[in-house]
Structures are given as C-alpha cells and as structure tokens.
C-alpha cells in the first residue's frame, strides 16, 4: 500500500476523472458557440443564455462529484473529512471557472471572462448547498430551477434588488452581484465542508 | 343424546391482513418527486412575486405568463425531473430484477413516472390558483380560460414521461441537467426564432407573446396542443414498454398530425379577443372617453386622470369627438388614449400607474403630430411656442427634462443662453394664453383646433 493510495481511492469514488475531464469539455462547447458571429443564437438579436447553462452544467458535474457511495462507512473513518471536501469543492470550481473564463474571453460574444467565472463560482456554491440539503446526486435540480427563473425574471426586473436575485444576468460591473456570488460560494463551500453531503439513496 | 359434551372451538381468528399500500404509494411520497414539485413550484412563485406589476390585475396577461412559466421553466424541470427518475434502476443496477416483476413494463413505467409529473403538476397548479386569486381582486371584466392550464399540464405530463423514457435509455450520469438544460434551449429559444422557424415555432405551446393576452385561441387549438404534446410522449412510453411496439404508430400519428396543423396554421389560431376589440364610453365628457372592453374599471378612473383637461377644453369647437384606446381601425376624428397596453406599465394592478403622464401623453394626441411629415410646423418657431403654450395650458409633461440644468452642468454656457432666451419668449406666449378671459381663450383655442391638421403655419392664429 502506498501513500498514494488513500487519494486514489478517493478520487475513483467520487468519479474524479470524470468531473475533471467535463468542465474543459463544457468550455469547448462554449469556445465553439462564442466563436460563432451570432454567438451561438439561432436568431440573431437573441443569443443563448450560455453564461446561464455552461455554469448550471460545470456545477451539476461538480455537484453530482460531490456523492459518496459509502457514507456511513466514510464517517467511520479517523481522519477529518472537512479537509478532503474543501479540496475537492476548490480543486474542482478552479478548474471550471479557469476553462470557463478563458473559454467565453476566446469569443465574440458579449459574455465577458470575469462573468463567465462568477457565475460558474456562484452556481457551485448554490449546487454545494443543494447537495447538503436535498443531497449530491440531485443538487442540479434546485440550481436549474432557479437559473431558468431568473433568466426569464430578469428580462424586466430593475432595482438594487434584481442585482441579488438574479445576480447570474447582471453585467461585470454589479458589485452586488460578485458579493452575491462569492456569498453563494462561501455558504456552499462551508456548509458542505463542515456537513458533507445529505445521504441519498434515489 | 350420547351425553357425549362437545366443545365447540371458538371460531379461528384470521390476522388481519397486512394492509398493502399501492407501489406508487411510495413513488409519491418519497424519491424525488416531491423535490420535484418543490422545485417547480418555488420556481413559478419567484418568477410570479418579481413580475407581479406585468400581470396581476388582468386575466389574459396572468394566464400568458403562467403559461409562459409551464413551458420554460416547469417543462424542462419536469423532464429532467422524470430522466433522473427513468435512471434510477440504471443507479440501484436493478433493471434485470425488474425484468422478473409480475407488474408489465408499461405498469411500473407508469408507477414509477407519474408520481413526479403528479407533483410537477401540483406546483403548478398550486402556484396557478394563487396567481388567478391574486389577479382576481383588480379585474372588472372577463374570466380565465381553462383550456390554458389543462394544456399546460398535459405539457408538463408529457415531458415528465418523454423524460422518464429517455432516463430509461440512456445510462449517462448527467443526462438528466443535460436534458434540462437541452429543453430549456428549445423550449425558450424557438418561439423566438420567427426570422428563421416562422411554422415550428408553434411546435412549442407557448402563445407568441402577448398575443395569449389580447387574443383567444380557435376551439381546436387546445385539441391540436394536447394532440401534439401528448401523442409524443404516449408514442415514446409504448414504444419503450409495449409488448407490440407498433402500437406506438397510433399516437405518434395523432401527434404528427396535430403539429403539421399547428405548423400550418400559426398565428391563424389566435383571434383578436371581442372585449379588445369593443369600447365602453363616457359621454358625459367633451371629448367623450372610451377604453377598452376588458378594462372598465379604469374608465373612472382615466376619466379622472383626465378631469383638468376636459374642464380646459369645455365650449372649445373642432375637437376630436372621442379619447379612445383602440388600437386598430380608429375613426380619424378620434384621439388616441396611451395604451393600457402592455399591462404594467401604464397600468398597474388595476390603476393607473401615473395619472399625470398619462394625462400629458393624452393631451398631446389632441396636439399636432410631430411625426405627421409636416417639417415646417417643427422650423416655425413661433408656431412651436404656440404648440408648446398649448401643451403646457392643457397638461404640463411631469417627466420634462431639464435642459437648462443639463446645460448648466456640462459648462455649456452658450446653450444655457440660448435655452434662457427661447423660455422668455414661450413665457411670453403662454402667459398671454393665461392671460386671456375664457371667452377669448375658448375661440382662439376653437381657431388653434381648426389649424392641427394644416400644414400651412400661416393659418395658426397668432398669440
């Protein structure tokens, strides 16, 4: 038994290389869409939301990472899980925002870098907090829910309010919207260091 | 006797049976079909409490917007919904223990899918009796249509199934986000491809917007939806679980039939809505005012709005006959009322959101146009400043801008005294408007009338 074998183990558990080799992937998607003159939109004057569905889609691969097939046998173990959790959230958000970032900054679109990585850092820590409360495997459900609404309830909503809830439409230059954002990261990274995911067995 | 004493057994008691709760007992209440419908219907609220000035208060707008929120965001959840679902015994890896269950394929696809479109279905319906309450306390005329909703959850069904089937397909973990984020692409971006899919559009059954709200669809209209959507995905469940697949032929016949004449048709299922179309008038007022049929309630209070003005133009001649807010086929002797239209901006929750702008935009329909091809009326200074006095007697602009601190506040000098000299002299002109008594001022209002539509700035009376 080597060193190595306790972090292997851990990562084949979690579905490591799998959440690893997604988020360059989504940002291809993403690199060839924003390439694209119309950025991607089947009408021109009205593009795909992909600051919305790139971030939903890099978090429910992160969140989905976040499962653990043996929970109770996990809690047994000597060692604090906190660490590993924290790691694996940071390890795997960085990934994502990094391909992300430097996907949408390859393109034509109006989609900026720095929204592209607040709203992939947001949306994971809205999914890291859903697979605390509902658990890991579905943590998608509540942040597409949400993403969907606001997308469509923002198209008319104004006010210092709108630049909280729906934080993921707003422009580079809303403070609110970043400390929204780093709030959604913060709680979520927290929240499932300290708790882990809820078990599920659906 | 044989004086043999028997002892007669008392009866045997059978253990009450154990009580058998049905299977989809269970798929209800636990599982993901209750985040499921947690999801749709915290999601509908949300999007109904942040635009509540855009549809509280008028029928047609509430039910474009619930329905616009089935299609867009419950559609997609419910489908991702009913993939993660369809996937489970890809996760549990019970397909082949399944594959032995006295229950048919087709039974326990049913079990296991529509206890999430059942939830799916409450949110919506939950988040849709409050909306049609919310609504209902500031309508005067109309009712809701109860073919939207029933449509609506045929809709959300169907997906939930189409969903289930595809889950049951195809083992990929992320399939489920996928398929949302897929159904939220074509369910949202479709109807908005009129340049280049001007027929598939209708394939989506979403109303065009803001035509559900002043428009009624044609009485097959909800057939043909209901024919499409549900034929697709009854189509996709026998396909999936017959025992004669071919069986699957019939639905999906019923569902290309009804999208090829939902494609043919298009806009052509939707008329323009009769209570539109008529006016409700008060004609105790010169210019009489009239508003549309679906807003009564909001003569009173227009009538109201506009009480200055008509007291203003009282014994002045060459009038338009009538304010009115129709938007098609006004008689030209009338004036335009600002649109009530769309709801939430001049209207809200059944009042007017800002009575003086709208009396403003009102008495400048009575007003030469700007934009009716007469330059010289605009290169005429003096008849501007008549035009302006006019507009300023009747209904000042609430929202005017402020040219002359705009000025000041860029260090434009030249404009401040070029903006100082032009307010003297309109002072000048409006002040003799005020000055006049109202006999005079009634005629040469009566003379100012007879010139709105002239091109020839010499037939203005002069101030």
Redesign the interface.
Known sequence: MTALNGPLLYARSR?LP?AIA?PPAIALLLAWSASRPDGG????G?G?PMEA?CP??AA??IG?SLYAYADELDRTAVRAWWPRRLTHLLALTALAATALALAAASGTTGTGASVMARNTVGTVGATAISAVL?GA??S???V???L???F??AR??GGTG?TV?AWPVQPDRATAAWVTAAALFAAGAALHAYRGPRPDH? | MSGVRTESRPPAVEPPAPRRAHPARGELLRGSAPWAGAAALTGLAFLLVTEADSWQGSWGETQAMLQLAAIVIIGPLAGAAGCWQGQREHRRRTHDLLAGAVRGPLARLLTAALPTALWATAGYLTATAAALLATWPYTSAGTPRLTVPLTDVVFIVSMTLIGHVTGALVRWRLLAPAFAAGAYVVLWLLPNTARETPAARHLVPVAPEHLLAESVPVWWQPLATTGWTGGLAAAAVLAYTARRRWTALLPLAVALTAGALLMQNGERMYRPDPLTQRQICDESVRPAICVRADYPGLLPQIKNALTDINARLEGVENLPARFTDLDWGPKSADAHLPSLTPYGQSVVRGRLADPERYAWEAAMALLPSMDGGCDARLEDNRVSRIDTAVEEWLAPDPWEFDELSHARAVGDTERVASIKAEQKALDAVSGRLRAMDQGERRQWLSDYFATVGTCDMDEVPAL
Request: proline share 6%; glycine share 8%; hydrophobic share 60%.
């Open positions: 579905g799998g997604a939109s089947w009408d021109p009205f795909l569905i939903m889609l429910a691969v989905t509902v495997r579905l998608w459900l509540p597409t829910a949400y969907g609404t606001a469509i309830a008319t909503a709108a809830w659906l």
